[in-house]
């Protein structure tokens, strides 16, 4: 987020209340996922390109939303991805990046494309493999709502490159109605696509 989308003088009446309340929840927002949502407000309208913070939404077939994510850019490559999930069916989901940042449900989340892939195959478990965007299945407990963090050392928050999720058409995190088999050809027969969030710096 820009600077200037915090301290730009307004002849608002809000004014002072709100520079009362932001460096707080500037200052929680990288390590609290309840700030995510406030940090994502004022990130609207934010630079385009490379970024080394970045928060999302997760957003289900029915539009409701059932997540946020924070990617932040690691010092010596790769992406830290830290998600509170709330209101996914309980039982184990794959857990991908694919290579559109598009969350169209009326697709049935086809719109993301298939999964960031560059020249390997889908897969932990399968010679040539993983993809760049595969990632290990969650495991959603009775609740619906669960933490989970990720360290993607095959992803990147650049703009270009093998993984990068900024580049024009950005990217999207998915979660699938089942598990990925770390094995099938060409997405783990993890099933339908429950909740999409679109990774790019535009909103
Ligand atoms: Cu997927
Ligand atoms: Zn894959």
Redesign the pocket.
Known sequence: MRTSDITAPSPSPTRSSLERLLPSARATACRRVAALALAAAFAVGGPVGAADHLTLELKGADGAVVGHATLTALPDGGVHLDAQLDGIAPGTH?F?I?ETGSCDASTGFKSAGG?LAGDRKHGFLVEGGPHPGDMPNIHVPASGSLRVEVVNTRVALGTDGDGALLDADGAAL?I?AGADDYTSQS?GD?GERIACAEIRTES
């Open positions: 794959g991908h694919h999964h998915l699938h997405a993890a």
